[in-house]
């Protein structure tokens, strides 16, 4: 079953990353990929909080807050996509985040070990670890290739983008629970809907970001 579900999200983890680079490579393209992502997002998030919540207050308020979200993140992204010096840091924090996710579905599934935490009762400490570790090299990687040179500050940003998308991704778990659901939905064989595949990235991007501004 772990051997299949791996098949399934190596061939995914395959066509997304193909499609970052279409992304990196043509802005058009950028465009129509972050609109997608976002009205997909957003449908996605609005059934999820339905069934998180039953007061009516409180479902409109957190899907206004999640639209608001999803608003700023695009268009950041895609201002930030047109210097050249930007967008290289922008895709080496998103590739970040995709080799945090791998890394945690790898290790985690490999060592097992103690649990994390409750709200995801897969997710455990060796996968966590998994998830920095390949952080780490991805992106110190990138930033030794593009400056050739290696700094301790870049591994601070690499382990506060993994932790952000960790956090990002046991914070949907935790509506997902809290709804009753696996996934938010099935649009991605081998990782369900969209945001149970961009949930870490909407978090560890900016934080990663932010973190760059601080330390380097």
């Known amino acids: 079953m772990i051997l299949k579900n791996l098949k399934k999200r190596i061939i995914t983890s395959t066509f997304l990353l193909f499609l970052v680079y279409l992304i990196f490579t043509f802005n058009i393209f950028l465009v129509f990929i972050l609109i997608l992502l976002a009205v997909l997002s957003i449908l996605e998030f609005l059934q999820l909080i339905k069934k998180v919540f039953k007061n009516k207050f409180y479902n409109y308020l957190s899907s206004f807050i999640f639209i608001i979200y999803i608003f700023i993140f695009c268009i950041m992204f895609f201002f930030f996509s047109n210097f050249l010096q930007l967008k290289i840091l922008l895709f080496s924090l998103l590739l970040g985040c995709v080799a945090s996710d791998i890394g945690g579905f790898i290790v985690g599934n490999i060592l097992k070990g103690p649990k994390l935490t409750k709200i995801s009762p897969k997710k455990t400490i060796s ?22 040179s290696f700094s301790y500050k870049i591994l601070i940003i690499a382990i506060a983008t993994s932790c952000s998308c960790q956090i990002g991704d046991l914070i949907f778990s935790f509506l997902k629970r809290k709804a009753k659901l696996k996934d938010t939905g099935n649009f991605l064989p081998g990782h369900g809907g969209i945001l149970d595949r961009v949930d870490g990235i909407l978090l560890g991007v900016p934080i990663g970001f932010l973190a760059l501004n601080i330390f380097y």
Do not use: H, M, P
């Open 127 to 148: 996968g966590a670890v998994g998830s920095v570790i390949f952080t780490v090299i991805v992106i110190s990687g990138f930033f030794y290739y593009f400056t050739n």
